[in-house]
C-alpha cells in the first residue's frame, strides 16, 4: 500500500492551462525526470517511464519504479515537494513544474495505455537523434508490478529551455 500525501500548496487554485507549444510537448510524451528533498534539502531524482496529462496540464501522472525510486518517493512522502522536468530532446524544449499537492497510488489499468504511449513517443523522439528504439527500451525498462503513480497538481511552472528565458515563469497566453 502506498501512502497518499497532499500536501497544502502554495496556490489555492490550480495552474491555469499552459502555452499550447508546452501542452503539446507534454501530451506527445517527453522525457520526463521527478526530484524532491529531504529534510537536510539533498536532492533525489529519478526518471519517469511514463506520463499521463490532463486538464490542460493542470493534472499531471508520472509513473516511476518503485525499487530503484525509493529515496525519491521517501522525500515526495515526507518533504510534500515535487518538481518535475519535461524535455524535448530533438529541440530541448523544457518545461519545470513545482507542485506541492501530490498523491502517491498503485497503477490502475486505465494507466497502463499511456505508459506505453510515452514508451513509443520516446522512441520516435530518440530515433531523430539515432538512437535505436531498443535504447529507449533499456532505458524505459521495468517490472510493471514495481511501478508507482506520482499524480499531482502543478502550482508552479518555468520555461527551462536553453536560452535567455530560462527560469521565467510561465503562465498560458
Known sequence: MIPAIRAAGPMDTPLPPLKPEFLAMLAKGVSLMLASVDHRLNPSVM???GSRIEDGGR???AYVGRTQSRQLLADIATSGRLAAVFSQPSTHLTLQL???RIHLRE?????WP???RYRRSMEEELAV???APVYVQALLAHAPDDLVAVEFEPDEAYDQTPGA???SPLLAQ
Open 107 to 111: 497503477p490502475r489499468p486505465d494507466d
Open 129 to 131: 537523434l539515432g538512437f
Open 47 to 49: 526518471r519517469a517511464v
Open 114 to 116: 499511456h505508459i506505453e
Open 59 to 61: 493534472r499531471v501522472t
Open 98 to 100: 513545482k507542485s506541492r
Open 165 to 167: 528565458q530560462a527560469g
